[in-house]
């Protein structure tokens, strides 16, 4: 069975880099940013959003934007939400493991659970993050370095509300010209969501000068704070919070 090309974080043994490893890769990483995270802009505000008074106090999204850490570290920052766990979406629970799904055939990618108060951040919020600054939107089955389905970009949609904002949403981005190419994000239906292995979470935040990190991802959280400083909360909210 085929098989995606390994990401430069796998072939890091699971991007964790060998000392020896560490200039190489940092090279190859500075010659493929992640994403158009560089020149970031704000996207316009969605025409359709959901509404706050007929939702309750906690609704969950599900994202896939690449490589999770980063994706992660966005939603981390964003006032409003309360949780944003790194994992797998869009296969089995059995497939649902870092080494399986980098095989690229399981039908998972990389993802992260959105937990946030509707009141505080809407839907439609966390879909301007998503697209403005988390991922590139227009990469198919790839995300800057990282190749393969697993690296998708796809929103997994819980419920018709859902569906009706995020259907609204692609097609006034699609309509508005935003981007110099077509957005390839696909709206796929949700099937569970199984959080990553715990080396995986908050990984952003605990290693903010990792190559991969600080090349490909820190540029996101920096245009977060610049493009939305109402929503964006300095101190992230952490699945495992530090007890030192």
Not at 98 to 107: A, H, I, S
Not at 156 to 182: H, K, T, W
């Amino acid at each position: 069975m085929p098989r995606s090309n390994p990401s430069p974080r796998r072939l890091a043994l699971g991007r964790w880099l060998l000392p020896t490893g560490l200039l190489a890769l940092g090279a190859y990483l500075v010659l493929q940013p992640a994403g158009h995270a560089a020149d970031a802009v704000l996207l316009p505000a969605p025409t359709v959003d959901e509404t706050a008074a007929n939702a309750g106090t906690s609704e969950t999204a599900v994202f896939a934007g690449g490589c999770f850490w980063g994706v992660q570290g966005v939603f981390q920052h964003v006032a409003g939400v309360s949780r944003a766990v790194s994992g797998y979406a869009g296969g089995v629970a059995g497939m649902a493991h870092y080494e399986r799904v980098e095989e690229g055939d399981t039908g998972h990618a990389e993802s992260v659970e959105v937990t946030y108060d509707p009141h505080q951040v809407t839907y439609g919020q966390l879909l301007r993050i998503f697209f403005s600054v988390a991922h590139d939107p227009t990469e198919l089955n790839r995300q800057g370095p990282d190749v393969g389905p697993q690296y998708r970009s796809a929103i997994f949609i819980q419920n018709a509300e859902q569906q009706r904002v995020a259907a609204a949403y692609l097609d006034q981005l699609g309509r508005s010209s935003a981007f110099a190419r077509p957005i390839v994000t696909k709206l796929e239906p949700f099937k569970g969501f199984y959080p990553a292995e715990s080396q995986h979470q908050d990984f952003l935040a605990r290693h903010p000068s990792y190559p991969y990190i600080a090349i490909n991802d820190m540029p996101k959280l920096k245009n977060f704070e610049r493009l939305f400083p109402v929503l964006y909360r300095a101190e992230p909210v952490l699945v495992s919070p530090a007890t030192d």
